[in-house]
């Protein structure tokens, strides 16, 4: 059978199945690309809607199609350095014409009817495919008002480029579950591809059944390589097809159909699976915050770092240290929100200075309170407050700023304690400690100052002075000397050593309180800081690694430590938690639970995180690759490998890699951006803004925030 023939061999570890991951492969029918704009893979082409004029999908006369929104809408689309016919099969909502442009040079127009479709297609040089990506604009001036959307002006079915030769045929490829099985079908003359930055180690494996099968292979550079052929046309074949011939740092898999094949379990594995580790329950939680906590600032992330965090990297031999974490955003409210949400910023709105959590958004001291949790929060941010709608859910709250606290970081441990010791005991409870001391102003016991910078020191760089002197040199109001610039980064990392102190009080505290084997402890930061690495200080500013790769290091009582590689955000942290509490999981999240990686189980696709700040910076990073996007089109991309400073654009150096990454941040995008392509619908919630009063005004600007950043 099926099942018993793919079951034979070693212990696999999926590292991409690809009969449940159809949305992010590239399909050619014969030597034509085509590309469906109705569903979910037409994201990686539109950018998921974010800023392309792309909106929801819709059923429209007989057809799934995207809807353009704007009188511009752009898609990508590949050159491969050879002519082709490109067809696009369109229709729109008013008469009128609609022209074509292949970047900003028009090559066509149309005449359109509304709701009678019509296929344009328009013959292109070698000069205008260059290898690379290209942009395809759609304009249509005329709109029209469709119900659940607004004004929309066209609707998209597909988009074809290739040797032309008529329309697509109804059979195309597809996946679907047969007897429980994931299983992918491809018609005669189609080729499916996938792409992956590749373990080591990596093999194709499935069974093929009533067709022939070849699989080709290619890296960044070279022509494709056969890799192996299955002739299953008299009954089931296993296929079991080593990779490293086309391994490297990225590489495509491409699977063409001879004839009609069903592949059953097509999956990338790597032979070093073992059973995974068995969960106990715990009973209790503690989720701790390090605002502004560079990951690489820590033994555990860089262990011939000179910052000295004994307490952290005591905890994190015991625990699982997620290597590639990251936050959603490069400041504290809308990465608190994302955290305790599981909601991506530009989904719970919280991402502007005035804008609140809207009521609509649950977040997770809600959900643990009503499902029995003692709940209580000690917060050092004033961000994270009632004004700005994280007041809910807690049977304890203290935000230091606010109530006009000190915010020293043994104080907010001691407060923490206290509450341990008086919570009811008979509940389960959920702690939530927020604590400031790498945040400006760095103001760090002497004795730590004393660790990294023990000359005399009497420069401008004195918080005690001027709370706001980051800003001051962030907008070139203060010039620093090199003396100057040593000084201050010895501020910053004597206060991540002092809080590390602070950190270890907890973590000791639970020991004694024999409370340490029932808890779930998730350690964590809500974004960087920067300090020089592109020029500038502070946060608020950029999506450099500095600014959102943070530490993710949790522990979970009875499973092994372990450290994890692949990509994930704060996002996920929600999810997490539920999970391995055992409580179920709303289905209107956007994070994903990480139990699997804590127990030690596979994924069954490369994961990648997403980041954004405001509405014109997204990224995407995914294995060793990251993609740093902006409004028009900018598009930068890093190998974190080699270029972990993030300084060498490979964009114009590594054309699929590119396309590859901006197809993740699409898919990333259209999952959860409002009016983009989804698969699964979710709530949306509308903006809402709080009444920032003089008093809270002026206990931002006590810690630094004057409102300049985060309008870079």
């Known amino acids: 059978s099926v099942s018993r023939a793919h079951a034979r061999g070693d212990r696999p570890r999926v590292r991409f199945a690809l009969a449940r991951h159809l949305e992010r492969a590239t399909l050619h029918d014969g030597e034509t690309l085509h590309v469906e704009l109705g569903d979910a893979s037409g994201s990686r082409h539109t950018a998921g809607g974010w800023l392309s004029g792309f909106g929801p999908d819709r059923e429209i006369a007989g057809a799934r199609a995207a809807l353009t929104l704007h009188r511009r809408a752009r898609l990508a689309v590949p050159g491969r350095g050879a002519p082709a016919e490109l067809a696009v099969r369109l229709t729109s909502f008013r008469p009128g014409t609609a022209r074509l442009y292949l970047d900003g040079a028009e090559i066509a127009t149309v005449d359109l009817e509304p709701e009678r479709w019509t296929t344009t297609r328009v013959a292109l040089t070698e ?48 996946a679907l579950e047969e007897e429980g099985i994931p299983t992918l079908r491809i ?37 494709a390589t056969r890799l192996g052929r299955v002739d ?60 502004t906590l560079r990951a690489d600032r820590l033994g555990a992330y860089a262990p011939q770092g000179r910052v000295r965090t004994p307490g952290l990297d005591r905890f994190a031999r015991g625990a699982a240290t997620f290597v590639q974490a990251r936050a959603q955003e490069n400041w504290t409210k809308p990465s608190v929100a994302t955290l305790m949400s599981s909601l991506l910023p530009w989904e719970h709105t919280a991402f502007a200075d005035a804008s609140e959590v809207p009521r609509t958004v649950r977040l997770m001291p809600e959900i643990l309170n009503e499902r029995g949790f003692a709940t209580a929060g000690f917060v050092a941010n004033g961000y994270v407050s009632r004004r700005f709608g994280f007041r809910r859910g807690w049977d304890h709250w203290r935000n230091y700023i606010r109530e006009g606290r000190r915010t020293r970081g043994e ?134 690694d500095e600014l959102v790769r943070v530490p993710l290091i949790v522990r979970v009582p009875g499973l092994p430590p372990r450290r994890v ?30 139990l699997p990686a804590l127990r030690g189980d596979g994924e069954d696709a490369p994961s990648f995180s997403v980041s954004g700040f405001m509405e014109h910076w997204r990224s995407v990073a995914s294995g060793r690759f990251k993609l740093v996007a902006r409004s028009r089109g900018r598009y930068a991309l890093f190998d974190l490998e080699a270029d972990p400073g993030e300084t060498h654009d490979l964009s114009d150096e590594r054309p699929r890699t590119l396309a590859y990454m901006r197809g993740l941040l699409g898919l990333a995008l259209g999952e959860t951006r409002d009016g983009a392509h989804r698969q699964r619908r979710r709530p949306r919630h509308r903006p809402s803004r709080a009444a920032v009063d003089d008093e809270l005004r002026a206990q931002l600007e006590a810690l630094g925030y004057v409102g300049t950043s985060r309008r870079d």
């Open 187 to 223: 018609p005669a003359g189609w080729r499916v591809s996938q792409s992956m930055v590749p373990p080591e180690g990596a093999r194709l494996r499935g069974v093929a059944r009533d067709g022939v099968l070849e699989i080709w292979g290619r890296g960044e550079q070279g022509d």
């Open 411 to 544: 104080l907010v441990a001691a407060d923490a304690l206290a509450w341990l010791d008086q919570r009811p005991a008979d509940q389960p409870f959920f702690l939530y400690v927020h604590a400031i001391d790498p945040h400006v102003p760095y103001r760090p016991p002497a004795r730590y100052v004393e660790m990294y910078d023990p000359d005399p020191y009497r420069g401008p760089v004195d918080f005690s002075r001027d709370a706001t002197l980051l800003e001051r040199i962030k907008t070139g109001g203060l010039r620093l000397s090199e003396r100057d610039r040593r000084h201050l980064v010895a501020l910053y990392d004597g206060e991540v050593s002092y809080q590390d102190a602070q950190l270890a009080s907890i973590l000791d505290g639970l020991e004694r309180r024999g409370l340490a084997d029932e808890t779930m402890v998730v350690i964590t930061a809500d974004h960087g800081e920067e300090l020089f690495d592109h020029g500038s200080v502070g946060h608020g500013h950029s999506l450099y």
């Open 127 to 174: 000069a205008q495919l260059s290898v690379g990506e290209h942009e395809l604009l759609l304009r249509m001036d005329r709109s029209q008002t469709v119900e659940g959307v607004g004004r929309a002006r066209l609707a998209v079915d597909w988009v074809r480029l290739g040797p032309g030769g008529g329309e697509p045929g109804d059979a195309r490829p597809s």
């Open 565 to 594: 590689d692949g990509s994930v955000g704060l996002v996920d942290v929600l999810p997490t938690v539920l999970d391995v509490l055992g409580e179920p999981i709303p289905d209107d999240l956007s994070g994903r639970s990480l």
């Open 232 to 291: 299953a046309s008299r009954g089931p074949r296993r296929f079991d097809v080593d990779l490293a011939r086309v391994a490297g740092d990225y590489f495509e898999v491409e699977l063409r159909a001879e004839s009609a094949v069903r592949l059953y379990q097509p999956a990338i594995v790597t032979l070093d699976g073992g059973a995974p580790t068995h969960v106990r329950r715990p009973r209790h939680v503690l989720v701790y915050l390090i605002d």
